[in-house]
T-cell receptor
Framework: DVKVTQSSRYLVKRTGEKVFLECVQD?????MFWYRQDPGLGLRLIYF???????EKGDIPEGYSVSREKKERFSLILESASTNQTSMYLC?????????????????FGPGTRLLVL | QKEVEQNSGPLSVPEGAIASLNCTYS??????FFWYRQYSGKSPELIMS????GDKEDGRFTAQLNKASQYVSLLIRDSQPSDSATYLC???????????FGKGTKLSVKP
């Protein structure tokens, strides 16, 4: 079974703090993703990475950065937490199989971290 | 803006009925389509993927894809109260390779 783990289920931080959210997957997947999920807004992609040390901006990267030093670990960093970053943060890991034109992707989510910024 | 649209619901069906969940998408180059189930307070769980036009069945679940109409649906036969959850439709963005999600349809199965 694929396992994606996140360092905390619940986190409370103060405005201005630097926050680290860690995600680890145990299936040697190349692709990893960070989303946030908010009521009425759905799942929104913050950043993703398709290889070690590689990162790509998603739809809402402002106020966030990421780090991928090892294949199994993808970290999301809130440089200076703000109240509007209170949210559920979901990490995902994806494996691809097949070839171009016949690609099969399977994406799995971690349990989520519910972050409250006061 | 590439989008995935779903009715937010709630969709309420009696136990044993067929639940029908629908999704439309705007990006014609999308090739991969997924349905995730999300229970309240939990993370999304992949339940179906579909890549070709037509139907794909897995137990009580059937995914249907029509690329010409840019439409994908999920049928749940013999609905159970345990199927009550929010169902998220996700579509591959094509060359970018990541998924865009709909906002989900909340399904309630009444005993």
């Amino acid at each position: 079974d694929v396992k994606v783990t996140q360092s905390s289920r619940y986190l409370v931080k103060r405005t201005g703090e630097k926050v680290f959210l860690e995600c680890v997957q145990d299936m040697d997947h190349e692709n990893m993703f960070w989303y946030r999920q908010d009521p009425g807004l759905g799942l929104r992609l913050i950043y993703f990475s398709y290889d070690v040390k590689m990162k790509e901006k998603g739809d809402i990267p402002e106020g966030y950065s990421v780090s991928r030093e090892k294949k199994e670990r993808f970290s999301l960093i809130l440089e200076s937490a703000s109240t509007n970053q209170t949210s559920m943060y979901l990490c995902a890991s994806r494996t691809d199989s097949g070839s171009s034109g016949n690609l099969r992707e399977t994406q799995y989510f971690g349990p989520g971290t519910r972050l409250l910024v006061l | 803006q590439k989008e995935v649209e779903q009715n937010s619901g709630p969709l309420s069906v009696p136990e044993g009925a067929i639940a029908s969940l629908n999704c439309t998408y705007s990006d014609r180059v999308s090739q991969s389509f997924f349905w995730y189930r999300q229970y309240s307070g939990k993370s999304p769980e992949l339940i179906m993927s579909i890549y070709s036009n037509g139907d794909k069945e897995d137990g009580r679940f059937t995914a249907q894809l029509n690329k010409a109409s840019q439409y994908v649906s999920l049928l749940i036969r013999d609905s159970q109260p345990s199927d009550s959850a929010t169902y998220l439709c996700a579509v591959n963005r094509g060359s970018q390779g990541n998924l865009i999600f709909g906002k989900g349809t909340k399904l309630s199965v009444k005993p």
